[in-house]
């Protein structure tokens, strides 16, 4: 009974909101936990919890050493699942509601500077096709933001580079239409035209950016390319395969772009998320203010 509750829970996550496999995993696993400690508690079904099961549950997470941001990833499966058997009339309350998240320090992204970024980009081998798909990758990645899962699983008819914009597919199935700017638009037209070309096993490959024997390149693959680069360019930052993109926010923050563009241009669903940005361009400001006013030491 219990495991063909979570296999439908899993189904809807998976058709109806549209999660990738990897949070569905993430999810599995929060909730094994918690069906154990049931089982341990000897609470016959998932059906029967209380709040103060849910509780009990954070509690003795939080004894085992489970750090505060685990512990809130597992609580909100919990409160997730139970939404849904709310919502098909399994349960008529949820009983995590009520039951609050642990409190933690939000981890700044770690970002390029400016020199840095430009660094970056230069160091792709403009004379080979791979070289020639890396910087259009680079260059797009920072030009719009995109996660890298969208990166590397963008197609052909997903851009347009006469006016100017890239039509994406983010978490959750949605949609959003992203500018692209000139450099980028430029270094993407001599990888269409003298690098795509060269890599391809099949004309009718749909994808944009094709890695070994013409199929789409992967996440592990793009990570191991930028953190090549990052090391030739002599960048001794810690990074992530996120990180232009989270320059990309940062210094259009810094410029003076609204946080609800930002917000739109990312994809996230909560401003809450975009605001993270603000915290690192109040960083950077009071840094230049230390560095510069003759009274800020």
């Known amino acids: ?24 995993t993430a999810y599995a696993a929060d909730l094994n936990k918690f069906l154990c400690f049931l089982e341990e508690k000897k609470i016959k079904s998932m059906l029967d919890v209380q709040p103060k099961d849910v509780d009990s549950f954070m509690y003795w997470l939080d004894e085992n050493g489970l750090s505060p941001r685990s512990r809130a990833r597992t609580l909100a499966a919990i409160k997730t699942f139970y939404r849904f058997l709310v919502f098909t009339k399994r349960l008529s309350t949820n009983p995590a509601i009520l039951t609050t998240s642990p409190r933690f320090a ?36 920072y030009a719009t933001g995109l996660r890298v899962s969208e990166l590397v699983k963008l197609e052909l008819n997903q851009l347009n580079l006469e006016t100017g914009y890239l039509i994406v597919r983010g978490k959750g199935a949605k949609e959003r239409l992203i500018p692209i700017g000139k450099t980028a638009i430029g ?17 009718l490959n749909p994808y944009l950016f094709i890695g070994y024997k ?3 390149l992967t996440r592990q693959g793009f990570w191991e390319i930028i953190k090549r680069y990052i090391l030739k360019a002599g960048i001794k930052k810690s990074i ?21 563009s930002v917000q739109v241009m990312l994809g996230h669903a909560s401003i809450t998320t975009t605001e993270i940005y603000t915290h690192i361009t109040k960083t950077h400001l009071k840094e230049i203010y230390v560095r510069y006013h003759p009274r800020a030491k």
Do not use: C, W
């Open 1 to 24: 009974m219990e495991h063909e509750l979570i296999d439908e829970f899993y189904h809807f996550l998976l058709l109806e909101r549209g999660l990738s496999q990897h949070t569905i």
């Open 106 to 141: 939000k981890k700044l992204p770690q970002v390029l500077s400016l020199e840095e970024v430009e660094r970056l980009l230069k160091q792709p081998d403009l004379t080979t096709p791979k070289g020639l798909r890396d910087k259009a990758m680079l260059e797009l990645l």
């Open 187 to 203: 270094a993407l037209n001599v990888y269409l035209q003298r690098g795509r070309p060269l890599l391809l096993h099949s004309p």
């Open 214 to 216: 013409g199929k789409p």
């Open 240 to 260: 992530s395969p996120h990180t232009l993109r989270h320059s990309f926010a940062t210094h259009l923050l810094e410029r003076g772009a609204d946080l609800r």
